[in-house]
């Protein structure tokens, strides 16, 4: 197996663990949220942090060390950018859910009850996300097939 291949399979692989992760943060928001709840949020969180971190990994590498286009390729091509776009509003989407998450974390290592009034509002987030993610799926496999090149690039 080439490194190529070794680092596309894992950055697919997170494309799985992210959008599942995200999806089971939502569910696990809209459950019952006592400790044993709020563990299965942290632990869905911890599989979306995982992803997230193997996809920013793994995409730098593709990105910067031509392992498998030039970089430039990347930069001339509108899927990509809009590829890129939906990770930003996926990052910039994780800030309220970051922060609460910290915030239950620390109550629970407390002793204390975390406060979930924002529970429905972060399940609705998570979903979007996981929405985001399908749509960077998409624009993934026009990638590569060669779509998305903008005319003179």
């Known amino acids: 197996m080439t490194l ?7 950055h697919l692989l997170a494309l799985g663990i992210g959008l599942g992760a995200a999806f089971a ?4 928001f809209l459950g019952q949220l006592d400790t044993a709840g709020i563990r299965r949020v942290i632990a869905a969180d911890n599989g979306w942090a995982l992803a997230g971190a193997l996809w920013l990994a793994t995409g730098l ?12 390729y990347y930069f001339d091509n509108w899927l ?3 590829k890129m776009a939906f990770f930003v509003a996926i990052v910039l989407h994780e ?8 915030r239950w974390r620390r109550d629970l290592r407390a002793g204390v009850a ?3 009034a924002s529970a429905r509002r972060l399940a609705r987030i998570s979903f979007i996300q996981a929405a ?9 496999t026009g990638m590569a097939r060669g779509h998305g090149m903008m005319v003179g690039g």
């Open 4 to 10: 190529s291949w070794i680092i596309a399979a894992l």
């Open 25 to 28: 943060r939502g569910r696990a």
């Open 61 to 72: 590498v593709r990105l910067f060390a031509g392992t498998d286009k030039v970089t430039a």
């Open 80 to 82: 990509f950018l809009t």
């Open 95 to 102: 800030i309220r859910p970051i922060l609460t998450l910290i």
């Open 114 to 116: 975390p406060d979930t």
């Open 132 to 140: 985001m993610v399908v749509v960077m799926i998409a624009l993934a």
